[in-house]
């Protein structure tokens, strides 16, 4: 069977680190893309992160939300969008924590918004399931309710939900990786929002033909990552001499992946998924907090050593290592066993943790 091609891209969240590492990724990738570009610009997501794109004539950014019905609907008709990906999410587990609504708000009920939109447009207009028509979809004239004039629907179309490893809950020591038939067992009020916003592509597939496809992914680090996540933390402390904070005892496990590798991993999944499948995409990179640290604490002592750049008689950047309050119902460990995407679909990561670190820490200087 042909890979599926994808022309016009509804990406949402692409003015965030993952989503604008992506939308680089698809415009440099293949020529025939074209992507619109809709992101709310909460506290997360910068236009900053859209200067210098591979191809500006094939990007339009769209400041909206995912949850305004009315905004997808047009975007989908008025670009003959025939791929959504979907990355737009609060993305913050300590934030969760602090105030949980706008999670279940835009996690859950903006991938429904979406979901809905999606499913209205695929049908040509129609908005009950009805009957079949012969390619498995609704058929479109069966319903008086739709919001949506009739139009024509896409010939093909996919809708790729981008989602996490956290939706597993947590791991002890010597337990197996998750894979795709692991339970969902979400600790926090973001991964419980994940786990929700990902029962509910699942269900627009098995319920009404939605063609969709989900990626769960390990911890992303790279360019454009936020400055309230892990890694960068760790290089701004360095930067500006202060503590660097590491929550509870440093002894949490978290499995790594640059995000240019995850990028490669969802086109993959795009063009030769199946829908309805979901895919674990993972670096197979297990490293502790602390060690963490401590590594990228000695590229920063190697490229911007300490006694040149600060007037402390500090030697070495690990002497900013700070214990500090663990984050309530912190996980322990994940891992993510990606051998579906390697035996299906031909994918494996090309950085190591430690050419992808160096890159960061490389890239996250030079800005
Ligand atoms: P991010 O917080 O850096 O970016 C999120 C983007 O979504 C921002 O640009 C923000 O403005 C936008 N957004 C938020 N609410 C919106 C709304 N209501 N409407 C439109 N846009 C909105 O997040 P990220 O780290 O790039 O994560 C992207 C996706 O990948 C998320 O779905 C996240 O759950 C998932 N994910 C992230 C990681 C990771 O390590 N960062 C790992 C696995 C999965
Ligand atoms: O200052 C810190 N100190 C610290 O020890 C911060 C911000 C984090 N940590 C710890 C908590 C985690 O064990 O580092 C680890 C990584 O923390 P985050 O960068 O906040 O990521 P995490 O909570 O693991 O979630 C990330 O990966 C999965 C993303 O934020 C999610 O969106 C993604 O789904």
Redesign the pocket.
Same mark, same amino acid.
């Given at each position: 069977m042909s890979d599926y091609r994808p022309v016009n891209m509804l990406v949402t969240g692409g003015a965030g680190f993952i989503g604008c590492n992506f939308v680089r990724y698809m415009l440099a990738s293949d020529a025939d893309v074209r992507v619109i570009n809709l992101d709310k610009l909460t506290y997360a997501g910068s236009t900053d992160n859209l200067k210098e794109l591979p191809d500006q004539s094939r990007h339009i950014f769209v400041e909206g939300d995912i949850c305004d019905r009315p905004l997808i609907d047009r975007l989908l008709r008025e670009h003959h969008i025939d791929t959504i990906v979907h990355f737009a999410?609060e993305?913050? #587990?300590?934030n969760s924590i602090a105030g949980p609504e706008v999670f279940v708000q835009t996690n859950v009920m903006g991938t429904f918004t979406l979901l809905e939109a999606a499913r209205q447009y695929w049908m040509g207009g129609a908005s009950d399931a009805g009957c079949e028509t012969t390619d498995g979809r609704p058929d479109a004239v069966t319903s008086h309710q739709s919001p949506v004039t009739s139009h024509d629907a896409p010939a093909s179309f996919r809708f790729h939900h981008i989602?996490?490893?956290?939706v597993y809950g947590t791991l002890s020591q010597g337990d197996p990786a998750f894979s795709e038939a692991t339970a969902y067992a979400p600790n926090?009020p973001?991964?419980a929002s994940?786990a929700g916003s990902d029962h509910l592509v699942r269900a627009w597939f098995h319920t009404y033909g939605l063609p969709v496809t989900t990626t769960n992914?390990?911890?992303?680090y790279g360019p454009y990552q936020h400055g309230?996540?892990?890694?960068p933390? #760790?290089i701004r402390s360095c930067l500006e001499g202060k503590p660097?904070?590491?929550?509870?005892d440093?002894s949490?496990?978290?499995d790594w992946l640059y995000v240019e590798d995850h990028c490669a991993g969802i086109d993959a999944v795009i063009r030769r998924g199946v829908p309805g499948e979901v895919y674990n995409i993972g670096g197979i990179n297990e490293w502790t907090?602390l060690n963490?640290?401590k590594l990228i604490c000695r590229l920063m002592d190697e490229f911007h050593p300490p006694a040149t750049h600060h007037q402390s008689p500090m030697t070495s950047y690990e002497s900013l290592i700070t214990f500090?309050k663990d984050?309530p119902g912190?996980?322990w460990r994940?891992a993510i066993d990606a051998a579906k995407m390697g035996n299906t679909l031909g994918w494996q990561p090309a950085e190591t943790f430690e050419s992808g670190i160096r890159k960061t820490v490389r890239w996250y200087l030079d800005v």
């Open positions: 999410a993305s913050h #587990v300590d989602s996490t490893d956290e926090s973001y991964s994940k992914c390990s911890n992303n309230e996540k892990f890694i933390t #760790v660097i904070p590491v929550y509870g440093g949490n496990i978290r907090n963490i640290c500090v984050r912190h996980d994940y």
